[in-house]
């Protein structure tokens, strides 16, 4: 059998992978985005190419020889991402566990090791082929040696031979170097000649074929501009060529002996990327079996059928089921396609056909008929627009996704699926565009064809996403809390919050009114009339002409921001004017002409989303429009909530809300029993602080006292430290480190959770919450102390804020199962933090009433009491 020889650049490989896959972590933390995507190249290499040797290099550092002629060489790049350059270390070893030879030489290039072994190969008269991502490895290009390319990320590689070289680039291998004089290479910093772009440099060397005879007839070349830079530069021209020629007879210590492949143990593998959390490849390494229907290869091919009439033969009981919208928002978004891809095969489903198929709708209502989805929730609200209400859900690829790695921010299905290995499918804008440009494809075959393999994704990774969240211990917390939960979301993103609109007309006019009575006084204290809204006029009124303190200039002048102008306070009485100027403003604009836009004028309602996979610690998110950021510090905010009506007259708003949620899972979390007996006992929690840090009676706590116990109260539940607590009471960092000192001295079980809960970060580079949801912190290791210091308040807060999450989701799901069983009329309307908010028929009003404190407070059983605190009025505001 002849030899061939497989050489691989590593750190460009490395690095197209890097910027082609979303970061990514396994279950340590760890960053794997560059190794996942350079192991699926290497796999793939591994089988079509079967080498007999095989090499991967390495750059050696960033000082090389080539240096010493220009000390400028590579002086334009960007610092490496420490999220890549802590990987390198992990993809030697993923090499050596494939018996791979991997080498580096100080003071060269990769390419220079690339150069010389294959030069020696191709002496020896072996086949030779290169996989870089680096054109100037176009310049050994033989008849024996084929140059790689990867195109874009890592899956779409070009192979070069001399004659696809001068085909693309009508030029041959040896004027590589010579193009590259002349044009000069930004990401090396090669300057070339310039003026001198690729076609020209092209033209020139099909007139001149070398830099050197170029030279030699330089009088012959026209245009004078062109001659007279390939004259002044031309020191430039003939450095930029030294730089660019790769080194063919560099001092390896290695030969071609030493980079025989014999192989891998599918053994030694099978542990990295276990250890690595590859699951999705295992089933790629030889030796291995591929599970049944799991598909070890991302598909290349597609066939589906465009289904005329929907029958009973389109549905086994075990179906995943997809319907494409093109906005975000799917309330307000039309339907496009569906799909269902079960073993029966790939059915695209026309919109028109869901709507009036009885086959349909009966199937998806069988709870029975199991359905794998991507975004139950998004399926519950758009199945709802045809009257129907989808059972049967099974999984979601969405929820499992942002479980098992919550710190992802894109959860789409090609996201997800290449995050496991299947790459084989197009971005959404790669088939609907985007921004302005964003609609269906005049062929419809082709979004056709997007949506059934998009539904497919769903079909083969399920078993893969599934075997990740059970070896996480987290199967259930999908099973049992999210997937019922997006179910009841769903339900009410349906139903809506009714708006009364003209109240809200109302307080809009009121807040004008309120803002040009601000702005007069605002521009009295001025002592002139100006533009309120532009910094660039209030600046010199506040900082040069009142002579204000500067706290901060910006490139275009003084800053008058919000944190400035809180500063300020008490300086000036146009500060709080400005300030309170600024809320209302913001109230008017934001809220008040934002909610007027959003509520449908049919149901004279809003419906807005809930982003079950958005945060890291589990909490949801309102979006189109944010409800749970209605500011109610200030009266004028809370009022916005007077709004917020029941659907129905002589109907009532009810609002339940856990007290104090955090603290109790603090104290549940933390063990300590000062804090427990203080919530048995039903104590002011706060007063109760004062008193252990304060040495005082309960009689002796003044007001301040409590205040500053509240603080740090709820500040301890979020790491606070010495500087945070002093600005929240404003007292010096001392008093507050003595506080924070003494608070841990009297609850010395809360002192020792956050001390271990740090620990177990470090350690596991994670930490979990009740329900065991997780939260990664690759940071925790930092040697950066402020990086460093903000995970481990992270690790602190996580487990509790992420357990009243947890809770509340509980307590939804259990009070949709008892409004469904009661056969009430009542329905949840929002979850807003730490509180549900419901409409109510008066007659059901009391029972209502203990029947949600009743299921909140007994969601899951603490080592403390939980505590509900309910009420109801006309509106949301009435109901606090």
């Not at 695209?348 to 869901?354: D, N, Q, R, S, V």
């Amino acid at each position: 059998m002849s030899n061939k020889l497989v050489l691989i650049d590593g750190n460009s490989i490395a690095y197209r992978a890097f910027f082609a896959l979303p970061l990514l972590n396994n279950d340590k933390g760890v960053y794997t985005n560059a190794v996942y995507g350079f192991t699926t190249m290497l796999l793939r290499m591994l089988e079509e190419e079967k080498p007999t040797h095989l090499l991967v290099a390495f750059d050696a550092g960033k000082t090389t020889f080539r240096h010493k002629t220009y000390n400028e060489y590579k002086g334009g790049r960007e610092k490496t991402p420490s999220e890549l350059s802590e990987q390198f270390p992990l993809l030697r070893e993923l090499l050596d566990a494939f018996q791979i030879k991997h080498y580096q030489l100080e003071n060269y290039e990769a390419d220079d090791i690339i150069g010389t072994i294959s030069h020696k190969a191709q002496a020896e008269n072996w086949q030779v082929k290169v996989f870089s991502g680096d054109k100037d490895l176009l310049q050994l290009v033989s008849d024996q040696i084929d140059v790689s390319l990867t195109k874009k990320g890592i899956s779409d590689v070009k192979t070069y031979n001399p004659s696809t070289l001068v085909e693309e680039m009508e030029i041959s291998p040896e004027q590589v170097i010579d193009l590259k004089a002349l044009m000069g290479d930004k990401s090396d910093n090669i300057p070339g000649v310039p003026g001198v772009g690729q076609k020209t440099a092209v033209k020139l060397l099909k007139q001149y074929e070398t830099l050197e005879n170029l030279y030699d007839h330089l009088d012959e070349v026209s245009g004078k501009k062109l001659k007279e830079n390939l004259t002044n530069y031309k020191e430039d021209a003939f450095m930029s060529k030294e730089l660019a020629t790769i080194n063919q007879s560099s001092p390896l210590e290695i030969g071609l002996a030493d980079v025989q492949y014999d192989g891998y143990e599918h053994t030694k593998v099978r542990t990295i990327f276990t250890e690595l959390g590859f699951q999705s490849l295992i089933g790629r390494i030889s030796g291995d079996e591929a599970e049944e229907g799991e598909a070890s290869d991302p598909i290349s091919e597609i066939e589906f059928t465009k289904v005329e009439e929907i029958t009973g033969e389109l549905f086994t009981g075990r179906d995943a089921f997809d319907i494409e919208i093109l906005d975000e928002n799917y309330h307000n978004e039309k339907m496009i396609g569906a799909a269902i891809v079960n073993e029966n095969g790939n059915f695209y489903i026309p919109i028109e056909l869901l709507e009036e198929s009885d086959l349909f709708k009966n199937w998806a209502e069988d709870n029975s008929k199991v359905k794998y989805v991507f975004d139950a929730k998004k399926i519950t609200v758009l199945l709802n627009r045809l009257n129907i209400a989808i059972k049967g859900i099974q999984f979601d690829l969405l929820l499992a996704s942002y479980l098992i790695n919550p710190s992802d921010n894109n959860h789409d299905i090609p996201a997800i699926s290449h995050r496991f290995g299947k790459t084989d499918i197009m971005l959404d804008e790669e088939v609907y565009g985007k921004g302005a440009k964003k609609g269906l494809p005049d062929d419809a075959s082709k979004y056709e064809e997007h949506i059934v393999r998009k539904t497919s994704m769903i079909h083969l990774l399920k078993d893969q996403m599934e075997e990740a969240l059970s070896d996480n211990k987290q199967l259930d917390l999908l099973m049992d809390l999210e997937l019922p939960l997006a179910l009841v979301l769903g339900e009410m993103e349906a139903t809506g919050v009714k708006v009364d609109r003209e109240r809200l007309k109302g307080m809009g006019k009121e807040l004008t009114e309120r803002l040009n009575v601000l702005e007069n006084d605002i521009q009295e204290l001025a002592g002139e009339s100006f533009n309120v809204n532009s910094p660039k006029q209030l600046g010199p009124i506040l900082f040069e002409k009142l002579e204000l303190p500067v706290i901060k200039k910006t490139k275009t002048g003084y800053s008058t921001s919000a944190d400035v102008l809180e500063q300020l306070a008490g300086k000036h009485p146009i500060i709080e004017k400005l300030l309170l100027y600024r809320q209302l403003k913001k109230l008017d604009s934001t809220y008040i002409a934002g909610l007027l836009r959003v509520i449908h004028n049919d149901s004279e309602k809003i419906h807005t989303r809930f982003n079950q996979a958005l945060t890291q610690t589990g909490r949801l998110s309102s979006i189109d429009p944010n409800l749970q950021n209605i500011p109610i510090r200030i009266e004028e905010g809370r009022k916005i909530r007077q709004a917020f009506v029941p659907s129905k007259a002589g109907w009532k708003i009810l609002a339940a809300d856990y007290s104090q949620i955090e603290l109790r899972v603090l104290a549940h979390i933390a063990k300590d029993e000062k804090l427990q007996a203080a919530f048995k006992n039903d104590k002011d929690i706060h007063t109760q602080t004062a008193m252990d840090v304060f040495h005082v009676k309960e009689e002796e706590v003044t007001s301040n006292m409590r205040r500053q116990a509240k603080a740090v109260n709820f500040g301890i539940v979020y790491g606070i430290s010495d500087y945070g607590l002093s600005q929240n009471l404003g007292i010096t960092r001392k008093e507050a480190k003595r506080f924070i000192e003494r608070y841990l001295e009297s609850y010395p079980a809360v002192r020792d959770y956050m001390k271990a809960i740090v620990q177990e970060a470090k350690q596991n580079g994670y930490v979990t919450t009740i329900m065991n949801r997780r939260r990664y912190l690759p940071d925790i290791t930092s040697r950066n102390f402020n990086v460093r210091s903000f995970a481990e308040r992270t690790a602190m807060n996580t487990p509790i804020q992420g357990s009243a999450a947890d809770i509340i989701k509980l307590a939804m799901i259990e009070l949709d199962t008892r409004l469904k069983e009661e056969k009430t009329q009542a329905k949840l309307l929002l979850q807003v933090h730490d509180e549900l908010i419901l409409e109510v028929p008066e007659d059901e009003l009391e029972a209502m009433e203990k029947l949600v404190v009743d299921v909140m407070e007994n969601a899951i059983d603490l080592s403390v009491p939980l505590k509900v605190d309910a009420s109801h009025g006309d509106t949301w505001y009435d109901a606090k």
